[in-house]
Nanobody, 128 residues
């Protein structure tokens, strides 16, 4: 069982920045593909960003590209989501997710059903 804990959410004004963190348990974190998804009430989980197990590949939702960076530190079992120039539409509960033993095709990263473990989420609220 992999446990993950997100942190770093909060209330910011539009244009501000936040850095989300997700700390994961497990001895083989360096084999996990990691993703960030977000959800607002009444809507489905939405892909935000993902990163391959070695950090060599990263993927982003179109609307966050250019102002969001996903990264990981395998020595600390942690994945990060740096979000800049935040907009009110970014308001959501942000979850990190792990896929043990990684993912293959790029399209696999975008689908929440491909991930094995999920954190409880951290709330991001952006005021206009």
């Amino acid at each position: 069982q992999v446990q993950m804990v997100e942190s770093g959410g909060g209330l910011v004004q539009a244009g501000g920045s936040l850095r989300l963190s997700c700390a994961a348990s497990g001895r083989t974190f360096n084999t996990y593909a990691m993703g960030w998804f977000r959800q607002t009430p009444g809507k489905e989980l939405e892909f935000v960003a993902a990163i391959s197990s070695d950090g060599g590949s990263a993927f982003y939702k179109d609307s966050v590209t250019g102002r969001t960076t996903i990264s990981r530190d395998n020595a600390k079992n942690t994945v990060y989501l740096q979000m800049n120039n935040l907009k009110p539409d970014d308001t959501a509960l942000y979850h990190c997710a792990a896929k043990v033993r990684g993912l293959g095709r790029a399209s696999d990263y975008f689908r929440p059903e491909n991930y094995d473990y999920w954190g409880q989420g951290t709330q991001v609220s952006v005021s206009s």
